[in-house]
């Protein structure tokens, strides 16, 4: 039994890294040619770049970090991880846009000394 490994698998391998790293190159170009363009939202900015980063993100951790063999407990944690993550920006959101909260304020009332 031999420790080397079969050239032609190697090869195949390797090949299959090189297309994943152009591929991230390429979304990388794309990253940075969309922060030059003004889509007719801020908001749809950055939905695009959000959308182009969790692809580069998924591609990575799917093929470099090897998680495309894992075993099924792992993608439950991921995506207990993920709907975490989503209901935090969610609250985020949501505490931002509290009707609640005087958006319309300019100055204190009164200030301390006058008080007195």
Same mark, same amino acid.
């Given at each position: 039994m031999s420790d080397s490994a079969d050239p032609v698998e190697l &090869? +195949? %391998? @390797?090949k299959k890294y090189l297309f994943i790293g152009a591929l991230l190159i390429f979304f990388t170009g794309i990253t940075v040619w969309l922060s030059f363009v003004e889509l007719p939202t801020h908001s749809m900015n !950055? !939905? @695009?770049g959000m959308i182009v980063a969790? $692809? +580069?993100a998924a591609l990575v951790a799917l093929i $470099?970090? %090897?998680l495309n063999h894992e075993r099924p407990l792992i993608y439950k944690v991921l995506a207990f991880t993920v709907v975490l993550c989503f209901v935090l920006f969610i609250l $985020? @959101?949501?505490a931002n846009s509290d009707p609640l909260v005087d958006r319309q304020f300019t100055a204190p009332l &009164?200030? @301390?000394? &006058?008080?007195q």
């Amino acid at each position: 039994m031999s420790d080397s490994a079969d050239p032609v698998e190697l &090869q +195949k %391998h @390797v090949k299959k890294y090189l297309f994943i790293g152009a591929l991230l190159i390429f979304f990388t170009g794309i990253t940075v040619w969309l922060s030059f363009v003004e889509l007719p939202t801020h908001s749809m900015n !950055i !939905i @695009v770049g959000m959308i182009v980063a969790t $692809f +580069k993100a998924a591609l990575v951790a799917l093929i $470099f970090m %090897h998680l495309n063999h894992e075993r099924p407990l792992i993608y439950k944690v991921l995506a207990f991880t993920v709907v975490l993550c989503f209901v935090l920006f969610i609250l $985020f @959101v949501m505490a931002n846009s509290d009707p609640l909260v005087d958006r319309q304020f300019t100055a204190p009332l &009164q200030s @301390v000394e &006058q008080l007195q």
